[in-house]
């Protein structure tokens, strides 16, 4: 299997207004090596997936995964690997799933901890959904540790645990790979910074700490849990790292700042989306609008740079998806919408059961929504809304969803699902 195969052209998307978004290349399709896949955007390479399953149909193997973690799978090879911990944050675990049976291959505990910080209940001290390259997976528990490890024998090669932030409620950023580098984000009750580390040695290569006037003392309203995106725009790569009350574009070689957007909110959790020429940006709570901007400017980009901004069914935890000009997107209580990705105007929206956090993928030709209560709604990516498929498992999702090969991983509450067909 050609395991760092990309496809060989970029994507290239040029918009109306004549920005050019070059996104990062794909992986070949039996990979899924971090949050949201090989770029990010929820768009997976697999084929020929099951639309429907429940517990004893199209299940090739259910995993239990001890503890409470919401983080995300992620795939290279005959390895899946995810992070778990213990509901009193003591214990912080990495765990190897054989992705042909099931059986688990690893179950490392890499950190101890002392004295936990507090977590809310929604949260967990497992939910960095862990990066992934040939031979060597990033694990992230935010300030209580980061470590890196040889995939094939599970032990560590690097580990740093000085890397402070009071999360107040719980980590929930997750790393991200880029050449050498693996960036974090720390936005934390006390102190709010981007971080890369050569990913070979775990050493810091720079920081950038982010000097806004959050217009308050309160850190409850400087806290985000986002996840960075890379993006080359006209040319040039930038890391769009969101944050509270603004995103920042940095250099991601030096850590300069090219440009932010100030926006308002916190707790933000999505990555930035980019397609079209535009750069897509939730706010998260406070905010509580969806953001399109032209990401080519300079110091800080104000109206002329904003292309258009909707606080419809906006979510608060997950990421929108785009396919070629639409924007689907779930709110928390499961509305699903459907924009036109260059206006913003809403083309449908509806109702759907119960309350979503995870973020949705595109695989195979359909969209997978799961929602917490054990449902996952299979969508046609259509300007008409078409639901394919609803499908229950016995417990429900926090975790986005991860597709590789001919395969859908599932991570529930407590288990981890592998979905094919026979």
Not at 169 to 193: A, E, H, N, T, V
Not at 204 to 230: E, H, Q
Not at 268 to 291: I, S, Y
Request: net charge neutral; with cysteine.
């Amino acid at each position: 299997m050609g395991l760092l195969t990309a496809v060989s052209l970029l994507v290239l998307l040029v918009s109306q207004i004549g920005v050019a978004v070059e996104i990062a290349p794909l992986y070949s399709e039996g990979v899924w090596p971090g949050f949201r896949g090989p770029n990010g955007s929820g768009h997976a390479q697999a084929q020929d997936l099951p639309v429907e399953w429940n517990e004893k149909k199209n299940v090739r193997w259910k995993t239990a995964i001890h503890d409470l973690g919401w983080s995300s799978p992620v795939v290279w090879g005959q390895q899946v690997w995810l992070t778990t911990a213990t509901a009193n944050g003591k214990s912080l675990y990495a765990i190897c799933v054989d992705r042909s049976t099931g059986q688990i291959v690893h179950d490392r505990k890499l950190f101890d901890v002392a004295n936990p910080a507090f977590r809310h209940a929604a949260n967990s001290y497992a939910s960095c959904t862990p990066a992934i390259e040939e031979g060597r997976v990033y694990l992230h528990f935010g300030s209580e540790g980061t470590a890196c490890l040889e995939t094939l024998t599970g032990q560590v090669i690097w580990s740093r645990r000085d890397l402070p932030c009071d999360h107040f409620r719980g980590p929930g950023s997750s790393p991200l790979l880029w050449g050498k580098y693996l960036f974090l984000c720390f936005d934390g009750f006390d102190q709010q910074y981007t971080v890369a580390l050569d990913k070979t040695t775990g050493k810091t290569l720079w920081r950038a700490d982010r000097d806004l006037d959050f217009g308050t003392d309160d850190g409850d309203f400087k806290k985000a849990y986002g996840t960075p995106s890379i993006v080359m725009v006209n040319g040039q790569s930038l890391l769009i790292s969101p944050g509270a009350a603004a995103t920042m574009a940095y250099e991601p070689e030096t850590g300069k700042e090219i440009w932010r957007v100030r926006h308002g909110g916190f707790n933000v959790a999505a990555p930035p989306q980019a397609a079209l020429g535009l750069v897509f940006l939730c706010t998260g709570d406070g905010g509580d609008k969806l953001l399109a901007i032209r990401p080519d400017g300079q110091g800080e980009l104000r109206e002329a740079h904003r292309v258009w901004q909707t606080n419809k069914g906006v979510p608060a935890r997950s990421a929108p998806l785009i396919v070629g000009d639409l924007l689907f997107m779930t709110s928390d209580k499961a509305v699903l919408s459907c924009l036109d990705a260059r206006t913003g105007q809403m083309i449908w929206q509806q109702r759907m059961e119960g309350n979503t956090w995870a973020s949705p993928i595109l695989a195979d030709g359909k969209l997978y929504f799961c929602n917490q209560e054990g449902a996952t709604f299979v969508i046609a990516p259509t300007r008409q809304f078409q639901k394919l498929a609803t499908n229950h498992l016995n417990d429900g999702c926090n975790a986005t969803p991860a597709a590789a090969g001919k395969s859908l991983f599932l991570r529930t509450k407590t288990h981890l699902y592998c979905l094919e067909k026979p």
